[in-house]
């Protein structure tokens, strides 16, 4: 069974960073793109980051501009999104998503879901 859990989420202040985990399990990750989405309280999903299975490519969303990078450790099966000069406009649920590697930045795209890390940034 496929399982992705997020971590890493809290709370920080306007400017601050963190970094959140998705460890994956249960799929052979290095065949899989990873996604990261999120989704404020009365809004619809949206694409943050994604990165190939091969490591080789990523893309990011204008929302977040170059602030945000995503990484995957292989050897442990894990995705990481470092987060920097977060505002409040940033303040939402993360939620990690794997998939086919045609899957782009359309959540429909990613067959697997984490079950979300809340980040909140003060201002």
């Known amino acids: 069974q496929v399982h992705l859990v997020e971590s890493g989420g809290g709370v920080v202040q306007s400017g601050g960073s963190l970094r959140l985990s998705c460890a994956a399990s249960?799929?052979?990750?290095?065949?899989?793109?990873m996604g990261w989405f999120r989704q404020a309280p009365g809004k619809e999903r949206e694409f943050v980051e994604t990165m190939s299975a091969s490591g080789s490519s990523t893309s990011y969303a204008d929302s977040v501009g170059g602030r945000f990078s995503i990484s995957r450790d292989k050897a442990k099966t894990t995705v990481y999104l470092q987060m920097n000069s977060l505002n409040p406009e940033d303040t939402a649920v993360y939620y990690c998503?794997?998939?086919?590697?045609?899957?782009?930045?359309?959540?429909?795209?990613?067959?697997?879901w984490g079950q979300g890390t809340q980040v909140t940034v003060s201002s």
């Open positions: 998503a794997a998939g086919r590697w045609r899957a782009g930045t359309n959540s429909g795209d990613y067959a697997y």
């Open positions: 249960g799929l052979t990750f290095n065949a899989y793109r």
